[in-house]
Every structure is written in structure tokens, then in C-alpha cells.
């Protein structure tokens, strides 16, 4: 069993004991302000997950490529870009069968402001996803429960994923990327 598995087996133990409040870091959403603001022109039952979800809960302490976000009725939107995921072969995209694509966006915010470039991966909710809300600028903004997204990211790592076992460099920098978000956020709790 490695690190991360014993470190994940400890945390449900803990949850045994009770819930883990999860509170919105104040300075995470200064950070992230200007995807906050692009995600609240998406459909306001989207919820927001992956890696931006975990830094809003300043559980870890990164920049992000893109946002993902879970959405129910995936005819929303069209023209999806499929991508494989690559680093954990086909078991990857075997665990993601509720990926819909990603779409890039350009918006900006008023006449004088920077066009910014927002690269959306979208994934239709299961209808099990737990929510936290909480409001900025006026708006309700619902994020994925942080436990749900460690389970999901801890689903992408062998077993035998360790800080240094990663079997070729294509699949080095997502598993290291999981494995660091991981690491760190089992060090804070």
C-alpha cells in the first residue's frame, strides 16, 4: 500500500468520527476571480469540480489549465473537442465515461478589459455530486464537495504510484500533477 492509499484509507476513517466542514478560502477566490466571473455566464446549475474546486477550498495552492465543470443537460453546448487522457491509458478514459469535451472560450469583461482565453472541460453530473455554495459578486456559485474530487483523482494512480514511479514521461505530468494535488492535500487535512 502506498503513501497516498494509507493517507486516503486514514481520511474515511476520520470520517467515521464526523463531517469535515470545508470552508471557501477568501484568497483562492481573489485568485481565481476572473474564472469565477467567466463561470457565472455558464448555466446556473453547473457545478464547479476538479483542480480550480480544490483550490477554492485552499487545498492546494496552484495554477490551473483549465476549469472543469459538471453540467446535466449536455446539449447545452455543442462542438465538444474530444481528447484522449493519455496518462493512465485506456483505464483513464474508461473512469471518465461522463467526460462530454472541453470547449475554449474568449471573453471580456467591460470595453477596456483583456481578452482572456478560458479552456472549459465539461462532464455531465452523475446526479450523486455533493455541493457547497457560496456567493461572490452577487452570484451563487455551487463546487463540487472536495472529498468527491479527491475519491476521483485518487482513482487515476496505479497502486503503485509513488513520487518517483512513473513508468514513461508522457504519463509523468498528469499522475505527477494528481499525485502533488494529492500529497498536499492530505498534508493540510
Given at each position: ?160 504510484a509513488t513520487e518517483t514511479y512513473f513508468p514513461n ?18 498534508n493540510k487535512l
Amino acid at each position: 500500500m502506498n503513501t497516498l492509499t494509507s493517507a486516503y484509507r486514514d481520511l474515511k476513517i476520520r470520517l467515521l468520527d464526523g463531517p469535515i466542514e470545508f470552508c471557501i478560502d477568501k484568497s483562492s477566490v481573489t485568485k481565481f476571480k476572473h474564472q469565477l466571473r467567466f463561470i457565472k455566464s455558464l448555466p446556473p446549475d453547473c457545478i464547479i469540480t476538479g483542480s480550480i474546486a480544490l483550490n477554492l477550498f485552499g487545498l492546494i495552492d496552484r495554477d490551473i489549465i483549465d476549469i472543469d465543470i459538471l453540467i446535466q443537460d449536455e446539449n447545452q453546448f455543442s462542438d465538444y473537442r474530444k481528447t484522449r487522457y493519455t496518462f493512465h491509458g485506456d483505464d483513464a478514459n474508461q473512469l471518465m465515461i461522463n467526460r462530454l469535451g472541453y470547449i475554449i472560450f474568449f471573453r471580456k469583461n467591460g470595453f477596456f478589459s483583456k481578452r482572456r482565453k478560458f479552456i472549459v472541460d465539461f462532464f455531465k453530473t452523475t446526479g450523486n455530486e455533493k455541493v457547497i455554495q457560496f456567493e461572490f459578486e452577487n452570484y451563487i456559485y455551487k463546487v463540487q464537495n472536495p472529498l468527491q474530487v479527491i475519491a476521483c483523482k485518487m482513482q487515476f494512480l496505479p497502486e503503485n504510484a509513488t513520487e518517483t514511479y512513473f513508468p514513461n514521461l508522457s504519463t509523468y505530468f498528469s499522475w505527477a500533477k494528481h499525485y502533488n494535488d494529492l500529497t498536499a492535500i492530505f498534508n493540510k487535512l
